[in-house]
C-alpha cells in the first residue's frame, strides 16, 4: 500500500516502530499513573499538579530543546531523552514495587518528562523528513500521526488489565522497558546521525533562536498558521479536555461507556484520516486543507452540544479527528517544504510553543465557562468559534493561495 512507503527506508522504520512501541508505552503510564494517585492520595489537586508540572517544563524549555536540535545530531539527542526516560521509569517501577513511591517524587519525574520531551519531540519533527525523501513525506507524516493515535487505543486499552495482572509497578516497568527498546532502534541511526548543516555555525544560542522566529514572522503563512492554532486548541481542545465528562453525563445522559466510547471514536477519526492522506505523494490546496478541515473539525464540536441522537454524535466525533488530521498533516508538510532544514528545530519548537500556551487558561476558562453556561454551550460556542478563525485565514492570500 502506499500509505507504508515510507517504511521502504530502514532509518524511518527503525524510528517508527521504536516511537510506535513508546507511545503505547506513554498511555499505559497515563493511565497507571492517574490510578495510583488516586489510589494513594484521593486528590484531583494532586493529578493536575502532575500534569502541570509536565507540562509547564516542557513549554518553558522547547526553545531551548529547538535551539538544541538545529546544533546536535538529532537521533543521539532522541537517544539521549529515551535513554533517560526509561532509567527515571525503572526508579519509579523499584519504589512503587517496594510500597516506597512517594508523591514528591513522581512530581520529579513529571518534570524530568517534560524537559526531555522538549528535547525529543522537536528533534523528531527536525528528524523525520531527514530519513525519507520528499515524495514520501506524506507517508511518513501519516506513519508518525498514526502511531500516536494507535497509542492513545491501545495503551489505555490494556492498561486497565495489566494493572490488574500485576500491579502499577507492573505497568511502570513495561514504559521502561518501552523507552529502552525506542533507544534500541535508534541504535542503528547513531553512525548516520551528523550534526544539521549550518551556514552559520558560529552564531550563539540566542542568535539562533532570533534566527528561527525570524524565520516564521518572515513567512505569512507561517506566523498565521500559528497564530490560528494558538486559539483553535483552545476553542477545540478545552471542550473535548475539561467538558466532555460532563456533557456525556449532564447533556447526552450517558455513563463512563458512553465516555469511553467517544474517547475511542476520536483517535479513530485521526487514524482514518490518516489512512487516507498517507497515501498521497503530495499533498494540493494545504493552505485549504488546513482552513476548512479545522472548520469542520470546529463543526464537529459544535454538533456535540445538539439535541442529536448518539449515532450522529459519535459520526461528529469521528469526522472531528479525520479533518484535523488531514489540517495537522498539512501543516506538518508546510513546515517540511518551507522551512530549510537546518532551521526545523528551531521552528518546530516555536510552533509547539505558539500553538499550545494559551492552552492552561483556556482550560480554566472552559471549566468556568461549563460551570456557568453547561457543557452543552461550551461544546456550541467552542465549535463555532473554531470554524470562524480558521476560515478568517483564508482572507490572507499566503493562505488561500498556498498549494
Do not use: C, K
Given at each position: 500500500m502506499k500509505l507504508f512507503r515510507a517504511l521502504?527506508?530502514?532509518?524511518?522504520?527503525?524510528?517508527?516502530?521504536?516511537?510506535?512501541?513508546?507511545?503505547?508505552?506513554?498511555?499505559?503510564?497515563?493511565?497507571?499513573?492517574?490510578?495510583?494517585?488516586?489510589?494513594?492520595?484521593?486528590?484531583?489537586?494532586?493529578?493536575?499538579t502532575v500534569l502541570a508540572l509536565a507540562y509547564a517544563p516542557m513549554l518553558l524549555f522547547l526553545l531551548v530543546g529547538g535551539v538544541a536540535v538545529d546544533r546536535l545530531p538529532r537521533a543521539r539527542l532522541m537517544l539521549a531523552a529515551d535513554a533517560v526516560r526509561g532509567a527515571a521509569m525503572v526508579i519509579l517501577a523499584t519504589l512503587a514495587a517496594g510500597d516506597a513511591l512517594q508523591l514528591w517524587q513522581v512530581y520529579a519525574a513529571s518534570v524530568l518528562f517534560?524537559?526531555?520531551d522538549a528535547l525529543f519531540q522537536p528533534a523528531y519533527t527536525a528528524l523525520t523528513p531527514e530519513l525519507t525523501p520528499e515524495a514520501d513525506w506524506p507517508s511518513a507524516n501519516s506513519l508518525s500521526s498514526m502511531s500516536m493515535q494507535l497509542g492513545r487505543v491501545v495503551g489505555p486499552a490494556v492498561a486497565g488489565l495489566?494493572?490488574?495482572?500485576?500491579?502499577?509497578?507492573?505497568?511502570?516497568?513495561?514504559?521502561?522497558?518501552?523507552?529502552?527498546?525506542?533507544?534500541?532502534?535508534?541504535v542503528p541511526l547513531w553512525r548516520g546521525s551528523r550534526r544539521p548543516a549550518r551556514t552559520d555555525a558560529a552564531a550563539s544560542p540566542l542568535a539562533d533562536l532570533r534566527a528561527g522566529l525570524a524565520t516564521i514572522l518572515a513567512a505569512p503563512v507561517l506566523w498565521i498558521s500559528i497564530l490560528v492554532f494558538a486559539m483553535t486548541n483552545v476553542t477545540l481542545s478545552g471542550p473535548y479536555s475539561v467538558a466532555l465528562p460532563f456533557l456525556v453525563t449532564d447533556h447526552l445522559g450517558g455513563?463512563?461507556?458512553?465516555?469511553?466510547?467517544?474517547?475511542?471514536?476520536?483517535?479513530?477519526?485521526?487514524?482514518?484520516?490518516?489512512?487516507?492522506?498517507g497515501r498521497k505523494a503530495r499533498l494540493r490546496r494545504r493552505g485549504l486543507m488546513m482552513a476548512v478541515g479545522a472548520a469542520v473539525a470546529g463543526g464537529g464540536i459544535l454538533a456535540l452540544g445538539l439535541p442529536v441522537p448518539l449515532a450522529v454524535v459519535l459520526v461528529a466525533a469521528l469526522a472531528n479527528g479525520a479533518t484535523l488530521e488531514a489540517a495537522s498533516?498539512?501543516?506538518?508538510?508546510?513546515?517540511?517544504?518551507?522551512?530549510p532544514a537546518e532551521r526545523l528545530g528551531r521552528v518546530a519548537s516555536l510552533d509547539m510553543l505558539g500553538s499550545f500556551i494559551l492552552l492552561p487558561v483556556g482550560f480554566g476558562l472552559t471549566g468556568l465557562a461549563t460551570e456557568q453556561w453547561g457543557p452543552a454551550l461550551v461544546f456550541v460556542g467552542g465549535g463555532l468559534l473554531t470554524?470562524?478563525?480558521?476560515?478568517?485565514?483564508?482572507?490572507?492570500?499566503?493562505i488561500r493561495r498556498l498549494d
Open positions: 521502504t527506508y530502514r532509518p524511518f522504520a527503525l524510528l517508527w516502530a521504536g516511537q510506535t512501541i513508546s507511545r503505547v508505552g506513554d498511555h499505559l503510564y497515563e493511565v497507571a499513573l492517574a490510578w495510583w494517585v488516586l489510589q494513594e492520595t484521593g486528590s484531583a489537586l494532586a493529578m493536575s517534560g524537559l526531555t495489566l494493572i490488574a495482572a500485576g500491579g502499577v509497578a507492573f505497568a511502570f516497568g513495561l514504559n521502561a522497558a518501552s523507552f529502552f527498546l525506542s533507544a534500541a532502534f535508534l455513563d463512563a461507556r458512553t465516555l469511553g466510547l467517544l474517547y475511542a471514536v476520536f483517535p479513530l477519526g485521526y487514524l482514518l484520516g490518516g489512512l487516507w492522506l498533516l498539512a501543516w506538518t508538510n508546510v513546515l517540511q517544504t518551507e522551512v470554524a470562524l478563525i480558521s476560515l478568517a485565514a483564508l482572507g490572507h492570500p499566503a
